[in-house]
Nanobody
Framework: QVQLVESGGGLVQPGGSLRLTCAAS????????MGWYRQAPGKQRELVAL?????????NYADSVKGRFTISRDNAKNMVFLQMNSLQPEDTAVYYC???????????????WGQGTQVTVSS
């Protein structure tokens, strides 16, 4: 079993910044990729950013956050980060950490999710 624990959400004014952190723990054999998704009220969950834990770490960003958000990883600690700059009200959502992880206890990889953290951008 794998658990993802998030931190860093909160309230910020437009133009401000937040840094989200997600740590994977448990019976981890290997991590293929980790990413961030978000879901605003009444909307579908969408991919924000993704990074592989293989090789140099290829990244993928939603068009709406390109140039403003940066995803990064710490392979040794099984952690992923999301630096969010120039935040706007439309970024308000619950942000979820996701990991594609192979566990030592069961054959994988499987998708695991964090509990979500609220990001609110408001004056």
């Amino acid at each position: 079993q794998v658990q993802l624990v998030e931190s860093g959400g909160g309230l910020v004014q437009p133009g401000g910044s937040l840094r989200l952190t997600c740590a994977a723990s448990g019976s981890i054999f290997s991590v293929n990729a980790m990413g961030w998704y978000r879901q605003a009220p009444g909307k579908q969950r969408e991919l924000v950013a993704l990074i592989t834990f293989i090789g140099a770490g290829a990244t993928n960003y939603a068009d709406s956050v390109k140039g403003r958000f940066t995803i990064s990883r710490d392979n040794a600690k099984n952690m992923v980060f999301l630096q969010m700059n120039s935040l706007q009200p439309e970024d308000t959502a619950v942000y979820y950490c996701n990991g594609i992880v192979s566990a030592t206890t069961i054959r994988g990889p499987y998708s695991y999710w964090g509990q979500g953290t609220q990001v609110t951008v408001s004056s």
